[in-house]
């Protein structure tokens, strides 16, 4: 039997106003090549000069990643020829910016080596007559987060990358669409078994957590086979073909070549003083953190906790709503359930979490019920409005007045006999007609729980009339 | 109006504020001139005409309604590794032959009012010591036809010394301001790196790479430092350095200043050079400065710290030519065709770059090019450790004369030649080369070099020669 050995290669662009190494905006999906200057075209004559907002973002990450901060750290220049590299470089760190972090998972822990800030490559468009190539994302800041081979399998390996996605997301650093490219992973794995490891194969090109999950299973199928027929492994950059399910050869190792770093002679090396490292060690409250006070505070399960912090929409939305009043257990089933299925249909939500507190609120007075409740939900949904306003216009005030019930009871009970008499022969459907006609006479809008009530009182009165 | 080529940029600049004489005039000179003697020197590789005289009517314009900055209106040629708009920006290399920037280099915004002469010749990518690299043909030296200008800013030192422009901006990574300066009879000042933004400088080896000024005087090239020295935000390495009042460092004299002469460069020296550097050095004696001998003992070092550096950096900073996004493109089915034949170097530029990417690659990367970064730190602290002993290291700029044209020489003894020149930039250093004598006729540049951010010290030195001398005021009589 043999272990994997896995090690991922993540790269998250970071939330900035302006590229890392000029002014250009970071926008995404403005038209081709509309977003460059001199410098992120690698022009004669241009230089980059280090953007401060980008250092600070890698900071946080590495902040929130536990990681170690290099009071010095350097550039360097990373060369490859390809179009969409505008300079025959690519402005990397040797000396990285941070090292030495760790991710505590519960069950299984995960060490980063190092994370480093780098600069992104234009992108290449094939088409059957050419390649076009967009520079808008040239010079993009990234940073590079580079784990020890400690992962075991691939469900670890996707876990660890959502809880990376996530932590990026609270702390504001990425907004981590791996659609849009701005969460990318790289994996390197190999096999350990009784008889030593296997070569280290890397697999580029995993555009999903899917992706990443399946790619490993595959190569771990792969290689296991490969071990078992007596072959070795051979030292490999692969891709993973989503369309063919499996992974192919990108390029052997060898011919990939020396990158011949060379120290960037453009910037001086980045000194972080104290207050830069203080100032980015004030994070946010973190996800983890976060699904222990949704346990701890409001008394949530641990599975709606790891649910709600999950979505930080959701959680963002349940925390208003309790904010806003509402009892945080219901609220957590309302917005787990009615406003999470609501915001996939309709995609955004044009009602706010107070709205959802007061009808919240509403139904623990009894004067909607919880199906009216939906109703109503579901109309916020679509045109928004008042919560109390839609409860009438859609005739869903309960009746809960115990004055006005008891006479409906009492009528539906006087008109009935033959279902009295039925009842009390121990004919328990004769309730249920009772508690219909009762209903029927409020409209449908009693109280359900309040009407039955009085219904049972009314038959108790009749008897002793 | 043929006085008007001796006149210092201080008298040019006092007619042009008196209104005595106009910038499209002086302008107009100054084209006239480039164009006579293109032939003969090709010290243009583009003569921007029509970019001249708009921004010499626009300074005459201007200066009917306010004062102006002391060079404005004064026209200046450009080394082709600088770029400017509306004029192409060719590096002397068929690579960009026909490449226009979209942007100002920091020292010709800072020279706005300036107007633009032309775009003057160099060796390919700045590559060379002799100007025979050019793919648009060689510069010929003003004082002898048949003999190179130095290089690589042959150009620049060529159209100065031969009176076609007032001054000229070059750029020095191992003495190409400094060794053409000598080589042309005219003075050339290497600022401390950091001095001057490289922003716009299309670079050759960028941790060595300093602009500055090519002028037919020191106290010419203070009125150019003046405008053109400072702190750029837009380049990271440009230092944050105040900038002194340069003239005002014209007043004082040597008294009291220590000289050092490194005895090894004066030894590897042609004699008449030597010798007329080391007079120089006695005159200075008498007019009060103390000379005494000091040792650079380091010579292969030199030779192999630059090497090392400035061609890794060197093949790192051309490998975005590529053929893909301006420039020449070349033809090709597959990707690693187009870049094959998109990369139409000259032999030495080829020569440099293989020689970087090794020096970058292998098992050895990148400890050969940190092994040049020692080297070179090595260097600068010995030169730290002579200043200590004296204020100013006075040798000569180069250790022959201008050469002729058609002679071959070895790649690695043209590097030797060097070796006075390098030191410099290893260290970021301040130097400057004047002229200090005549030998066979022809230039002789006596260096002058001081501690980082001193160029003060390289004034008062100069100035006093310049003042007891008229070196500096000589015509080649080709061009007289
Ligand atoms: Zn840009």
């Known amino acids: 039997m043999y272990e994997a050995v896995i090690g991922l290669e993540v790269h998250v662009e970071l939330l900035t106003r302006t590229k890392l190494f000029c002014r ?115 010079g993009i800041p990234l940073i590079e987060i580079v784990t020890e081979p400690c992962l075991r399998t691939p469900a670890q390996a996707r876990e660890f990358l959502e809880h990376l996605r996530l932590i990026m997301e609270y702390a504001g650093i990425s907004d981590c669409k791996m659609e849009e490219g701005s969460l990318r992973c790289d994996a390197n794995i190999s096999l350990r078994g009784p008889g030593g490891s296997t070569a280290v194969v890397e697999i580029k090109n995993l555009n999903s957590f899917r992706a990443m999950e399946r790619a490993l299973a595959y190569e771990i199928r792969r290689q296991s086979r490969l071990l078992a027929q007596g072959k070795a492994v051979a030292a490999q950059t692969l891709r993973w073909d989503e369309a063919a399910n499996r992974t192919v050869v990108m390029r052997s190792k060898e011919e990939a070549g020396g990158y011949r770093y060379l120290p960037e002679p453009d910037l001086p090396p980045l000194i972080l003083d104290e207050a830069a490292i203080a100032r980015a060690c004030r994070l946010p409250e973190l996800p983890l953190a976060r699904k222990a006070r949704f346990i701890g505070a409001y008394g949530l399960s641990e599975a709606d906790a790891l649910i709600l912090i999950g979505d930080r929409m959701l959680a963002d939305w349940f925390e208003a709503a309790v904010a806003a009043g509402a009892r945080p257990r219901p609220a957590a089933n309302w917005v787990l359930g009615e406003v999470a299925r609501l915001r996939k249909e309709t995609r955004h939500l044009p009602f706010t979490p107070a709205d959802l507190a007061r009808l919240i609120d509403m139904t623990e007075r009894g004067a909607v019920s919880v199906a009216g409740a939906k109703k109503v939900l579901a109309v916020l949904a679509e045109r928004g409005g008042d919560p109390e306003q839609i409860v009438h216009s859609l005739g869903l005030a309960q009746v809960s007045d115990r004055e006005q019930l008891a006479e409906v009871a009492r009528q539906a009970v006087a008109e009935n006999p033959d279902a009295v008499r039925d009842y009390r022969s121990g004919k328990d459907r004769a309730l249920r007609f009772l508690l219909g006609k009762a209903m029927k006479l409020s409209r449908g809008r009693a109280n359900p729980q309040l009407l039955r009530e009085l219904v049972l009182q009314a038959i108790a009165d009749a008897e002793r009339l | 109006m043929n006085e008007l080529k001796s006149l210092s940029l201080a008298e040019l600049s006092e007619l042009l504020a008196a209104r005595k004489l106009s910038s499209v005039e002086l302008t107009s000179y100054y084209l006239e001139r480039s164009r006579k003697y293109q032939k003969d020197i090709n010290g243009y590789i583009t003569i921007t005409e029509d970019l001249a005289l708009a921004t010499a009517r626009r300074a005459d314009e201007l200066r009917t309604r306010e004062e102006l900055p002391l060079l404005a209106g004064i026209p200046v040629a450009v080394k082709d590794n600088i770029v400017a708009r509306g004029a192409p920006t060719t590096c002397a290399s068929r690579v960009l032959e026909n490449y226009v920037s979209p942007f100002d280099a920091a020292v010709v915004e800072k020279l706005s009012l300036n107007p633009l002469l032309g775009k003057v010749n160099l060796d390919e990518f700045a590559m060379g010591a002799d100007n025979k690299t050019s793919a648009f043909g060689p510069v010929r030296n003003p004082w002898d036809l048949q003999r190179v200008p130095g290089g690589s800013s042959g150009g620049s030192a060529a159209v100065v010394a031969a009176g076609c422009a007032p001054f000229s901006l070059g750029s020095d990574t191992g003495g190409s301001i400094r060794q053409p300066a000598a080589f042309c009879g005219v003075t050339g000042f290497k600022p401390t790196y950091g001095r001057v933004s490289r922003r716009g400088l299309v670079a050759f080896a960028s941790s060595l790479d300093q602009i500055g000024p090519l002028a037919r005087s020191i106290a010419d090239c203070a009125l150019v430092l003046q405008a053109i020295c400072g702190h750029d935000p837009a380049d990271a390495t440009s230092a944050r350095q105040e900038v002194p009042d340069f003239r005002a460092c014209l007043q004082a004299d040597v008294r009291g200043l220590r000289l050092g002469l490194p005895r090894e460069n004066f030894a590897c020296c042609d004699e008449e050079v030597a010798g007329a550097v080391e007079e120089a050095a006695r005159q200075l004696e008498l007019a009060g400065a103390t000379v005494h001998w000091v040792s650079m003992p380091y010579r292969d070092e030199v030779v192999t710290a630059y090497l090392l550096i400035a061609t890794a950096e060197a093949a790192s900073n051309l490998a975005r030519f590529d053929g893909v996004k301006y420039g020449y493109r070349g033809q090709g089915q597959t990707l690693d065709e187009l870049y094959t034949s998109s990369r139409i170097f000259g032999a030495t530029v080829r020569r440099r770059l293989m020689l970087g990417t090794f020096a970058l690659s292998g098992e050895d990367c990148p400890a050969c090019y940190e092994q040049g970064l020692r080297l070179g730190r090595a260097i600068a602290r010995h030169l730290d450790s002579l200043f200590r002993q004296c204020d100013v290291l006075l040798l000569p700029t180069a250790p022959t004369v201008a050469f002729t044209l058609d002679g071959e020489q070895d790649p690695l003894a043209s590097y030797y030649n060097d070796i006075l020149t390098i030191p410099a930039n290893l260290a970021g250093l301040p130097a400057v080369s004047v002229p200090c004598g005549l030998s066979s006729g022809l230039p002789v540049g006596m260096q002058l070099m001081a501690p980082r951010f001193r160029e003060d010290l390289l004034l008062r030195v100069g100035h006093t020669w310049q003042c007891l001398t008229d070196w500096h005021q000589r015509w080649p009589r080709e061009v007289n």
């Open chain 1, 24 to 138: 250009c905006s970071t926008r995404f999906g403005a038209p081709p090549n509309s977003q460059v200057c001199p410098v992120c075209l690698g022009l004669p004559g241009a230089l980059p000069v280090l953007n401060g907002e980008a250092v600070d973002q890698a900071l946080k990450a590495a902040a929130a990643l536990n990681c170690r901060i290099n009071r010095i750290s350097t550039f360097a220049r990373k060369h490859y020829f390809y179009p969409d590299q505008p300079k025959g470089y690519q402005i990397t760190q040797t000396r990285p910016l941070a090292e030495g972090g760790r991710v505590d998972l519960g069950a299984f822990q995960v060490n980063i080596a190092r994370l480093h800030l780098e600069e992104d490559a234009g992108k290449s468009i094939h088409t059957p007559e050419c390649t076009l190539v967009d520079y808008n994302r040239s």
